[in-house]
Every structure is written in C-alpha cells, then in structure tokens.
C-alpha cells in the first residue's frame, strides 16, 4: 500500500469518527461502537451514492439539515433480512422451543432489530399456527423509524414472496403462506391481524435500557456489526429482559464465546445458536 493511500485512509478514518460524534450529539443516534470496517464500507457507499467528494461534506450537511439524518440512517442501518430467513433456526424454535414456551399462561418475545419486519412476522405466523399467538405479545425494536413504518406496514416486494414460500415450508410451515397476505400492484400487504398483537418501538442497543421481562428474544444478524464491547452490552441487556429458563436466539454468523454473559446461558441448540438463560 503506497504512502498516499495510507494517508488517505487515515484522514478518511478520521472524517468517519467525527461524523459519527456528529450523529451523536446532534441526533442522539450512536454508532460509535459499531465495527469500523464495516462504517466505513457503508459510509464510502454513501458518499459515493449520494454525491459528496468527501465524508466531511457529508458531515457538515448531516449537521445542518436534519432531512440528511434519515438518508445516512438507510446506510448506517442493516435493512437486510427475509421471512424465515435460515429455514432450520424458526424449525428448531417450533420443535424444540415452543413446547417449553406452551407451558407458559402469557408470553413475552422480543424481535430486537427487526428492521422492515420480515422476521417479526415469521415469528407471529409460526406463532399463530402453534396456538401460541392470542396469548403472546410481540415487541418489534429497531433504531430506524422507517425501518419500523416499513415493518408495521408490512408490504413487501412481491418478488419476493416465492423465496418466503420456500423459507416457510423448509421451517415446518403448518398451513400456506399465501393464507396471510393479499397481492396487489406488484406488492404483497401481510394482513393486519398478525399486528394485533405486535407493540412497534424505537429502542437502540448501544444507549437505551431493558423494557420488560421476556420470554424470548430474537436478535439475529445485528450483533456482527457491533465491536465486542457492544455486543456485550447487547447480550447483557438480553440477560437482564429474560428470566431463568428464557430463550435467547442469534444469527448464524453470531456466539456467545467470548461474552462476559457467556456463564449465564446454556447452548439448548447450539447448531442454530438458540441458548437458554440458566442463572438465577
């Protein structure tokens, strides 16, 4: 690497921490904790995409006009997901997870990070065909508020739908998944009655607290963007949401090695990374 390109890349890496400081204490957003390989990728996508010369034009616009927050946000954000996106993880949470959550009378789940809410409605769907949905509130969080207009609208790209089909019928699908959505203008809308049930928030894992006691909390494929100390903050605000025998599940690419929460959990199925809370 010439002298020129580290050079480059160190002025860069600083534009990208002032940038970042700048959301913080303008927004109250903060991604300073996240990995810097990977802002950086994103935030060079972003300069790139929206046409500044350098992420310090950038930063000055972000700081004077907020309109430029929720074009940084679709960057900074993961908005990547599908319906049942890895089939075995929602088979192993209807076979091997549900039978413990129907010994419950009420129940609590957490779709952290739950972007434009493909996840939260797979969960609701294999929920409801369990018999377990009339009796379960659902919390769907994420930082990005229209992430969260997106999910609670539930309309997706009807493109889509075929690889949703396969998803559900691969995890243990009961019932079609044509039976919960309509179609229309190249759209699919989910219909309204997998949302009675369902609390949108915004809520940020790097600054923001617990919120209630869960019975299960699904954060898959959010964790990977964070440095180790975040995640450890992540997975001790898990801990602290579930109680003894709870669940938690992570995405594929995710552990709980290494964590100062580790002792806290057992692995109930660790080939598709679903742990149980076992500490007092």
Not at 113 to 126: D, K, N, T
Not at 211 to 229: K, P, Q, T, W
């Amino acid at each position: 690497m010439s002298e020129t390109v580290q050079t480059f890349e160190k002025i860069e890496d600083i534009e990208i921490r002032l940038l970042l400081e700048a959301l913080f204490h303008r927004y109250h957003y903060d991604f300073r904790s996240y990995a810097m390989s990977s802002v950086r990728r994103r935030l060079r996508q972003a300069r790139e995409q929206l046409g500044f010369p350098t992420i310090s034009a950038m930063q000055e616009r972000a700081l004077h006009d907020p309109a430029m927050l929720p074009q940084l946000l679709r960057y900074l954000t993961v908005q990547v997901s599908e319906m049942f996106r890895d089939p075995t993880y929602f088979r192993a949470v209807r076979e091997k997870v549900v039978p413990h959550l129907k010994t419950y009378p009420s129940l609590k789940v957490w779709i952290a990070g739950c972007s434009a809410g493909e996840e939260l409605y797979s969960f609701v769907i294999l929920f409801r065909e369990e018999g377990l949905e009339d009796r379960t509130l659902f919390y769907a969080t994420d930082i990005n508020p229209e992430a969260l207009a997106q999910a609670e609208a539930g309309v997706y790209d009807i493109d889509r739908i075929r690889l949703f089909t396969e998803n559900h019928r691969l995890s243990g699908g009961r019932t079609s998944l044509s039976d919960y959505y309509h179609t229309g203008y190249n759209r699919c809308v989910f219909d309204k009655s997998l949302r009675r049930n369902v609390v949108f928030s915004d809520h940020s894992l790097v600054t923001d607290q617990v919120f209630g006691e869960m019975h299960l909390v699904s954060c898959r494929n959010v964790m990977i963007y964070f440095d180790r100390a975040l995640q450890d903050r992540a997975i001790g605000l898990f801990r602290d949401a579930l109680p003894r025998n709870g669940f938690l599940g992570l995405g594929a690419k995710e552990t709980l090695r290494f964590s100062a929460h580790e002792g806290s959990f057992r692995a109930f199925v660790r080939e598709e990374k679903i742990y149980q809370r076992t500490d007092p």
